[in-house]
């Protein structure tokens, strides 16, 4: 017997844990995932509904600075939030009981085309973004005290930090997985 | 048949398959094996109804064993995987476990593809089911295996 067949044998008889036939707990938890996603669709769409009702409800587009500052901050969050979701159900749409190589060549495609998004959408949407906020500041500045117009303009630029710094670690964890799917 | 008593079914005649590709997958981590095949199971509970027939179930079990651990794989990428060694056994246990352990690291040191198609000969799958699932054709497959077979070999040989 040659020394790979040994080693095959040894790998068909090494004793592997035991079933816990649960296949009840298999079910729910795969039904809990599809609530989960269904209720995630629900809670982008509201948001989409609250940012378009907030825009109308404060009658930004009776300013046209304010129309312009809060119309391109709710539009760039808007986009992105559409973005995402189509992304997600694209790569929802991947069939893991093809072959290896056909789901690794999708795969590839399908982080190939995040990278467009990671280098031309979202900084361009986060660009237009902060501009649409500093639109806002004179309007900001005129109506508010000078302590909470301060307040806001420090919290608008951390929180504009950390977005970026997010945004950066999410595009490397992507890259990396491009790298080891070729 | 209904979904339930099918998947039942699939479940009782698969598990030691998945469970064991899965152990390869992650060096013989039974504790993330079994949370693995579990997720492999989820997929197969959801994907049951897209079984047309057209390939046997098992190399469609395969399939999809195979992809989702990759894919947790690709999560866990940063995480340094552990080579877990029974303590509580007789010292004939321990030396099987040992070889068991050499044998991960051997598999571990393969490419991805590699590894995924050795895992399969190893279950004994046919070359040609082989094929099916990693997605190359019968000859390359062949070829392929005779060379991981003696890599493989002589890693364990040299451990």
């Known amino acids: ?182 | 048949m209904s979904k339930k008593l099918k998947f039942h079914k699939i479940y009782d005649e698969n598990y030691p398959k998945v469970i064991r590709l899965c152990l390869g997958y992650l060096s013989g981590n039974e504790a993330l094996a079994q949370d693995m095949a579990q997720e492999v199971f989820i997929k197969v509970w959801q994907y049951l109804e897209d079984f047309r027939g057209e390939s046997n179930i098992s190399t469609w079990i395969y399939r999809i064993t195979v992809n989702t651990c990759l894919q947790e794989l690709r999560k866990k990428k940063n995480k340094k995987l552990k080579i877990e060694i029974a303590s509580d056994e007789t010292s004939e246990d321990t030396e099987i476990e040992n070889q068991f352990a050499s044998m991960y690291r051997c598999i571990d040191k393969l490419s991805v593809e590699n590894k995924s198609i050795i895992l399969l000969e190893l279950e004994g799958l046919p070359q040609k089911e082989i094929a099916e699932v990693i997605g190359i054709n019968h000859s390359a497959v062949r070829t392929r295996i005779h060379r991981i077979k003696d890599q493989l070999s002589k890693c364990v040989k040299n451990e």
Request: aromatic share 14%; net charge positive; glycine share 4%.
């Open chain 1, 1 to 182: 017997m040659n020394d790979f067949q040994n080693i095959k044998n040894q790998w068909q008889q090494h004793k592997t844990p035991a079933a816990n036939h649960n296949i009840h707990k298999i079910i729910e938890k795969s039904q809990g995932l599809k609530r989960k996603q269904t209720i995630t669709k629900v809670v982008l769409g509201i948001t989409v509904l609250i940012l378009i009702s907030f825009f109308v409800y404060v009658s930004a587009y009776k300013n046209t600075r304010a129309f312009w500052g809060l119309g391109l901050m709710i539009g760039c969050l808007c986009i992105r939030i559409i973005i995402e979701y189509a992304s997600g159900l694209k790569k929802e749409s991947f069939k893991l009981h093809q072959s290896m190589l056909a789901l690794n060549e999708q795969l590839v495609h399908y982080y190939k085309a995040r990278k467009i998004i990671h280098y031309l959408w979202t900084p361009l949407l986060f660009a237009t973004y902060i501009f649409g906020f500093v639109l806002l500041l004179p309007i900001f500045k005129e109506q508010l005290s000078s302590g909470f117009y301060t307040y806001i303009l420090i919290s608008a630029i951390l929180t504009f930090i950390a977005l970026a710094t997010l945004i950066g670690f999410q595009v490397r964890k992507e890259l990396k997985i491009i790298k080891s799917l070729q």
